[in-house]
């Protein structure tokens, strides 16, 4: 469940850089490193040196598009794109300022969370804590719980909000992620139904991705006024929908994760429901403790996989027609190439097949 890397494909990359995205986020990725420094210099603050590892190298403020500027966009292009969207509804640059660096506090709270529960050992902060994963995860968790209230302070004592202001953004964050966190601890030790694609997309995506999309949207929807707040409201269904895309995405990817722990999958779902005889006969062997390998979703699923992509195609797509119309900037047309795109690592070579059949195919 969470914001992980994107564009690591390269084709997405070039792509993205012919049509001179990556020029128009250049301000937000400036603002978006300004605000992780100045959380890890918080972090300073809070936790002993013993602890801490040395930072790593961020964009430079004066070429946020230098050397370094790439892995940083892929890292939190998420952040970045929703704050280029909050400028473009009329935020002004003090609260940008803000909700970048609450927004960075999210994600970094989401990816510790998701590290418990998906036994990895992903990290936003610079720490040293020795071999233990689950320690590294326990640990983030703790610092950003700090470094949340440290951001929403350091607002107040700039006239920024007030406290019950500050109080009621921690309040609006920690119901959300607890929604989130509920449904995600209600898999714990697998499911034993397969909801039809159209009711897992509404049960389970819809509050996996779309929600945890939607967490950007809790600090200003507290904090903004008249035009901005109607602006935002109106936005914030569409970036849930680009986040139910996301975790349609992500189920392509983890298809094999998900059937070891019995998880509610999408692709799972369309083949139980609408698959063919010979991918539900396959899927039952899985299901029943049968290996998966790595090409099967490419492979023997491959057209229940092209399905579940264009169930992804179709959120996005409405996603960016939505966003066009409160007047985002982002091309409408690059929609798919970001379906593509919002993958980690692991999944660009899956996505790139999968997008190659679709596109033979039609």
């Not at 929604?179 to 714990?188: A, H, Q």
């Not at 698959?275 to 099967?296: C, F, I, Q, T, V």
């Not at 057209?303 to 579940?308: C, E, G, I, P, Y």
């Not at 996603?319 to 980690?344: M, N």
Request: aromatic letters at 6%; one cysteine or more.
């Amino acid at each position: 469940m969470t914001l992980s890397p994107v564009f690591r494909s390269p084709s997405a990359v070039r792509l993205l850089q012919e049509e001179g995205i990556w020029d128009h986020l250049a301000p937000a990725i400036r603002s978006q490193a300004e605000a992780v420094a100045a959380i890890h210099e918080d972090l300073t603050h809070l936790l002993d040196e013993a602890f801490r590892a040395p930072s790593p190298v961020l964009p430079d403020s004066d070429d946020p598009m230098g050397p370094n500027s790439l892995p940083f966009l892929q890292e939190y292009f998420f952040l970045i794109l929703f704050r280029s969207l909050f400028e473009s509804l009329g935020v002004t640059p003090e609260r940008l300022r803000l909700y970048a660096e609450v927004n960075f506090c999210v994600k970094g709270t989401i990816t510790a969370a998701d590290n418990l529960f998906d036994d990895q050992a992903k990290s936003l902060l610079p720490l040293d804590t020795g071999r233990g994963s689950r320690f590294l995860s326990i640990l983030q968790l703790m610092c950003f719980e700090r470094l949340i209230r440290r951001s929403l302070d350091r607002g107040l004592d700039r006239g920024e909000l007030g406290p019950v202001e500050r109080d009621a953004i921690l309040k609006g964050l920690l119901d959300m992620m607890g929604r989130i966190g509920r449904l995600e601890g209600s898999e714990e030790g697998g499911v034993t139904e397969i909801p039809t694609p159209e009711q897992m997309i509404n049960s389970v995506h819809r509050v996996r991705g779309g929600a945890l999309f939607a967490l950007s949207f809790i600090a200003p929807r507290v904090l903004e006024r008249g035009e901005a707040l109607e602006r935002l409201n109106a936005a914030e269904p569409a970036v849930a929908r680009l986040g139910t895309a996301f975790q349609i995405v992500d189920d392509l990817t983890d298809f094999e994760f998900d059937v070891g722990r019995r998880s509610h999958n999408l692709l799972v779902s369309q083949i139980h429901h609408h698959g063919s005889a010979e991918e539900k006969a396959l899927l039952r062997d899985l299901l029943e403790g049968g290996e998966a390998r790595h090409d099967h979703v490419e492979g023997a699923f491959r057209n229940s996989a092209r399905a579940v992509l264009d169930r992804a195609y179709a959120e996005a797509r409405r996603s960016f027609a939505l966003l066009a119309e409160l007047g985002f900037w982002f091309p409408e047309r690059l929609a798919d190439e970001v379906v593509h795109a919002i993958v980690g690592l692991e999944g660009v070579r899956r996505m790139e097949d999968i997008a190659a059949e679709a596109t033979s195919g039609s």
